[in-house]
């Protein structure tokens, strides 16, 4: 857990915060205490969220839904406030590592522990899918490990931002590469088959310490989940064959929750959980855990409330990454609705979904989600963001968490070519006609040199702040189209803000709909050089040559 920052909030509804546990693509999560001493976590949506009417709605459906899921082997939904300026959900703290954090200190499960594993989650996925629900996003991260047995967490906000969020967002998420089923992948109806299929991926990696679908990047992992059997070695028995049955590509193949159930631990998780389910080094690590949460609320003492503003530590309030004004988040009783169908209807052409980034076990962000424009998109995440989510954001939106304009963390990667021009910029300048005209080119990403696809710009004439490019961005068959409102132009450099064009539909699912920032200078042999200067995107660049 981390210290709360200048400009975090300091309580949200009746909640005192302690800390901030994590964040990601979807938010933020805080540790929290009411009045009454009970401590949760809370987890608050990226502001930009707030600003959609139609998350709004569909937050306030999910999380009334998600208030209904009981059972042993999931963390309860207490509170919400959809109403709220930035719609925020609270549920039980659960005191142990997430079974990221677990196989990255400690290695695979033993073959006992991933039974129990299984059996729990197969029996939180069987109450989750009896109100008609579906989770969407099942992965590691979304997995606690405790003395009392394994906890699914994470309901209500990752459907919620099905239809607003974006895998450029780094972070918790609709779904994380390797761990999404086909199904989702390629944008059809979801049912509660594509949570079997993401629970079979998770067993996987318990038990094998690896993910079952392996790759550097998001496209990579996405096109194996699609068209490649998954990579199980290490893995043997029934457990093999049951991982496989839950990794069918047609989701009418995979078993149920309950016959999952059945297989791993015939007489149900409950028995075997109260008979020692966790090895003895994860023992002393729930331990460990539950100890530091009564030290931390022992030390907190009284839980003194105030209401109308954030306290930002003294002095006047600072704006923080949320953005002025800063406020407290009131709470409002959520009602009781009636259970939803589980299938979830196909998402809609040009938009995408997040992808969260795993977190290391200290809670950092692990480095490998990185954010896409409104092109293509590869990340890593999760959402796991950093919390799990994994964790990500949304490039080209100042004041958003993880935005594109924040500064380089120094990690020492190689600037990319033409990355500092110093050419004069000419206020109210047009496009020179010598870059008018249809460019190509392969792109690189300078932080960690792998491909980002093949890219065609059409640069037209126009004035500061009219729209003169439009770009196709291919990588492995998936097709983005954007176009570009000019910033500046100079003799030998034009600036554009890249955004998704409406009018040509893109790859379903799998492009962004948020705007980047793209630099052209012209090199002396007349081709251009391409640059991105945001490094949650890798800082693509390339050269593009004239049509």
Request: glycine residues 14%; contains cysteine; charged residues 20%.
């Amino acid at each position: 857990m981390q210290p709360l920052e200048a400009g975090e909030p300091q309580n949200i509804g009746d909640y005192r915060l302690l800390g901030r546990l994590g964040s990601g693509g979807m938010g933020r999560v805080y540790l929290g205490r009411n009045a009454g001493g009970r401590t949760v976590a809370v987890k608050i949506v990226h502001p930009h969220f707030a600003q959609d009417e139609e998350f709004r709605a569909r937050f306030r459906r999910e999380v009334e839904a998600a208030r209904r899921v009981g059972g042993a082997w999931t963390a309860p939904v207490l509170d919400a406030d959809a109403e709220a300026p930035v719609p925020w959900v609270a549920t039980g703290y659960v005191a142990g590592p997430s079974l990221t954090q677990a196989v990255a200190a400690h290695g695979p499960l033993p073959d006992a522990s991933v039974r129990v594993l299984g059996a729990g989650l197969a029996e939180a996925l069987t109450a989750v899918h009896g109100l008609g629900l579906v989770h969407r996003d099942v992965k590691p991260s979304n997995v606690l490990l405790t003395l009392d047995g394994p906890r699914l967490i994470d309901f209500g906000i990752a459907r919620a931002t099905d239809a607003t969020a974006s895998l450029t967002s780094t972070g918790v998420s609709v779904g994380s590469p390797g761990y999404m089923s086909p199904e989702q992948i390629l944008g059809k109806g979801v049912t509660s088959a594509a949570d079997v299929f993401s629970l079979g991926a998770v067993l996987a990696f318990a038990a094998t310490g690896t993910a079952p679908f392996p790759g550097d990047s998001a496209a990579s992992l996405l096109y194996k989940v699609v068209h490649e059997e998954p990579e199980l070695d290490g893995l043997e028995g029934d457990v093999r064959e049951l991982v496989l049955a839950c990794l069918a590509k047609n989701a009418a193949d995979r078993p149920t929750p309950e016959e999952i159930g059945r297989r791993l631990v015939p007489g149900g998780a409950a028995p075997a959980v109260a008979a020692g389910w966790l090895p003895g080094e994860l023992v002393a690590e729930a331990g460990r855990s539950a100890v530091r949460l009564l030290e931390m609320e022992a030390a907190s003492g009284p839980v003194p409330f105030t209401h109308g503003v954030v306290s930002g530590g003294g002095g006047a309030p600072v704006p923080g990454e949320f953005g002025p004004p800063p406020v407290s988040y009131g709470s409002r009783p959520v009602p009781e609705v009636p259970a939803r169908k589980p299938e979830v209807p196909a998402q809609r052409p040009g938009l995408s979904v997040s992808v969260a980034t795993e977190t290391s076990p200290s809670g950092a962000p692990d480095g490998r989600g990185r954010r896409r424009s409104c092109t293509l998109v590869l990340a890593v995440a999760g959402a796991l963001a950093a919390v799990t989510l994994g964790i990500a954001f949304l490039p080209g939106m100042p004041g958003m968490l993880g935005g594109g304009d924040k500064k380089d963390s120094g990690s020492g990667a190689a600037e990319p070519p033409g990355a500092h021009s110093s050419a004069p910029q000419v206020p109210g300048g047009g496009v020179p006609d010598s870059f008018v005209g249809t460019w190509t080119g392969s792109l690189t990403e300078a932080t960690t040199n792998q491909p980002h696809g093949t890219i065609t710009l059409t640069l037209a004439r126009g004035a500061k702040g009219e729209d003169v490019l439009k770009s196709s961005y291919d990588l492995m068959g998936v097709k983005c189209y954007g176009i570009g409102k000019l910033e500046s132009a100079t003799a030998d450099k034009v600036v554009v803000v890249d955004r998704t064009d409406p009018a040509r539909p893109s790859t379903p699912l799998l492009c962004s709909g948020e705007s980047s920032q793209i630099v052209l200078d012209r090199n002396p042999d007349g081709t251009l050089q391409y640059t991105s200067p945001s490094a949650q995107q890798g800082k693509p660049y390339g050269t593009l040559k004239k049509q």
